[in-house]
């Protein structure tokens, strides 16, 4: 059964997702939620009233990594070694974190509470060069994070990566060689280059001009 995705027309928390899907060439449909108008109505119709949800067999499956880890292991993209998972999701947690930052950057700035935005992008600021000093650290030779073969993890890092590539710069990556080797592998993977070509920009919420 096809897979559906219900996530608001933000890039944010529905890209880790919708680029697994992508590089696992799986079959889904996306409910996209516009965030201004359709949110505040569909907010009660999930579990945990928070989205990424992806649904599974009629029933939801909240949590961002919690759904890229399914969806990595159930189709072989992921992983067998328990330590070798847990430290690719130890680095995963630590970038997807800063999210929580982003998200209220963004939210202040909708409430016109500059202040707080400008402080939440200062913590995105300080907290993003710790993980991509980790991240390069943890790099194999092949490319692929603590693994000599891709799993669910890089194409989520990669994602994300593209995210706040997007947010705060092309220089982002500069001083991280790897890094940018492992965004460049991943989005050269068709389905994921289709997708990056055809996709929404960023919409009116999530857009960083101005506040990154
Ligand atoms: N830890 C969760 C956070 C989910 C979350 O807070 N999602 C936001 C959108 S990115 C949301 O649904 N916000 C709407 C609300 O809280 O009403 C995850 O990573 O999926």
Known sequence: MAYVLHYMDLRARGEPGRWVLKA?????????????????????????????????D???????LVICRYLGEKHNLASSDLWTATRQQELMESLHDVSNYVATAF??????????????VKQVKVR??????NLEARISNQGWIHSDQMTWVDVAMAACLDIYQDMMGKDLLVDYPRSQALLASIKALPPVADWVTERPPFSK??????LF
Request: hydrophobic share 40%; aromatic share 8%.
């Open 205 to 210: 919420f999530e857009d960083p001009e101005g």
């Open 24 to 56: 696992l060439r799986q079959e889904y449909t996306e409910d996209r939620i516009n965030i201004l108008t359709q949110w505040a109505g569909k907010k009660k119709d999930f579990e945990f009233e928070v989205c990424p949800v992806l649904m599974v």
């Open 128 to 133: 993003i060069p710790v993980v991509l000093r």
């Open 58 to 64: 009629g029933q939801q499956l909240h949590q961002t």
């Open 107 to 120: 939210i202040s700035r909708l409430r016109g509470n500059l202040e707080t935005a400008a402080a939440n």
